[in-house]
């Protein structure tokens, strides 16, 4: 794939390089992306399974999609796309993933600064004592996971619509997003605020804005390089070229 000279020259000079990721890039890892074709929302509104409402209108319901995408996400690998992040952190006195996706493939990927805006789908907590409970523990429950301690319900500890995000993870992706030289958006649909609002406010604050997606998105419009493709597919052509850029700096 040819890296356009912008880019080249971008990677060249960076001190700062963020990676904000979204569903995408776990795809080529066979974890279902949520709103393109396939993808989990296909035949339920996302709001029935990713909110509070939902979850209490149909905890069964909404604990069958989550213990299904437990063990999906068990069984899978990190793919060249993750990979080629947690190389590329090496070529930079700064780099830093700001993810919405919730599997936990960066770190396994060996990505060491990590930021997760929605959660984390291998933790559990009780909505009332607030206790954690493992996924081991809760797929060993039957039905709608209760509390051992005090039989309150048991949720995921990720984000559902209408919450907020955590506090610290929030902070840090915008500073992330504030400080970068280079901001690549990779694989996200980008529809989902307040994370959608990350790559716009990096490019406002001077950074260099990089989309990868095999499809264009609302962002498409506002970046200053489309690299159309598979995240497995781009991001180690991007790392190969940030390879060569950087050689002289090591
Ligand atoms: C590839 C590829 C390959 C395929 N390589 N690419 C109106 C306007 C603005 C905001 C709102 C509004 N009404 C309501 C809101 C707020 C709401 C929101 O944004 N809604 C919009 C949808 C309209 N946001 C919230 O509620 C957030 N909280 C909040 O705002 O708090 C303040 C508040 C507090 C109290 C009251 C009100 C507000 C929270 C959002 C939480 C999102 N949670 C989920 C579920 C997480 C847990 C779980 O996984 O179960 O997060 S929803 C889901 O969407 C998940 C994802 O992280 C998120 C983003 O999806 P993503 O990653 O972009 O995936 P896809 O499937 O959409 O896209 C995949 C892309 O990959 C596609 O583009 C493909 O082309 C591409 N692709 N193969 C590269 N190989
Ligand atoms: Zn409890």
Known sequence: MEIPSALRNALKHASMVTAFTGAGISAESGVPTFRSAGGVWKKMRPEELASMEGFLRNPVLVWEWYAERKRIIADVQPNPGHRALAQMQDLFPRFEVVTQNIDNLHRRAGSRVVHELHGNIE????????????????????????????????????????????????????????????????????????????????????????????????????????????????????????????????
């Open 123 to 250: 933790r559990n907590y009780c909505m009332a004592c607030g206790r954690n409970f493992s996924n081991e523990a809760v797929l060993a429950m039957e039905g709608v996971p209760l509390c051992i301690e005090c039989k309150g319900q048991i949720r995921p500890d990720v984000v559902w619509f209408g919450e907020s995000l955590p506090e610290d993870a929030w902070e840090a992706g915008v500073h992330a997003a504030e400080y970068a030289d280079v901001f690549f958006s990779i694989g996200t649909s980008a529809v989902v605020y307040p994370a959608a609002s990350l790559p716009v406010m990096a490019r406002r604050a001077g950074a260099l804005l990089v989309e990868v997606n095999p499809e264009p998105t609302p962002l498409t419009p506002d970046v200053d390089v489309f690299l159309q493709g598979a995240a497995g597919e781009v991001m180690p052509a991007v790392y190969e070229c940030a390879l060569r850029e950087r050689k002289d700096k090591r």
